[in-house]
């Protein structure tokens, strides 16, 4: 997905104040930054539109079903 920056760990198994700093300072000033708030919009807007469309879709396939269950339900006699 590439939104994401990997951070160097220390030998102490942390990462450090300064790596923690050049990473902040790479995502806030620096191209990548740009970049990744560019892939993060694309990817809202491709989020979006999905949901939309299952949003549709689900409600399409709900309709269908209580159409279905009222003319069984006519049939069966059991709505006039």
Not at 13 to 41: D, F, P, T
Not at 47 to 74: F, M, P, Q, V
């Amino acid at each position: 997905m590439k939104v994401a920056v990997i951070v160097a760990i220390g030998e102490n198994g942390l990462v450090e104040r300064g790596e923690i700093a050049r990473v902040v300072k790479m995502v806030m000033e620096g191209e990548e930054g740009k970049e990744l708030l560019h892939r993060m919009k694309q990817l809202k807007a491709v989020a979006a539109t999905t949901l939309r469309d299952e949003k549709a879709r689900y409600r399409a396939i709900s309709l269908h079903g209580l159409k279905h269950r009222e003319s069984h339900l006519h049939l069966n006699g059991y709505l006039s």
